[in-house]
């Protein structure tokens, strides 16, 4: 849901990071900047 938001203009976060867990490259792939990007791995 996140992604189609974003697509549409909207910004989104993620607040369970539990459920990050063996994710994290998937969320990383859609991070803005590469600073994001590393804060997420």
């Known amino acids: 849901m996140s992604d189609l ?9 993620m607040s369970e990071s539990i459920e990050w867990i063996g994710g994290e490259h998937v969320l990383a792939k859609c991070a803005a900047t590469p600073e994001i990007h590393n804060q997420i791995i």
């Open 5 to 13: 938001l974003v697509d549409m203009g909207a910004s989104t976060m």
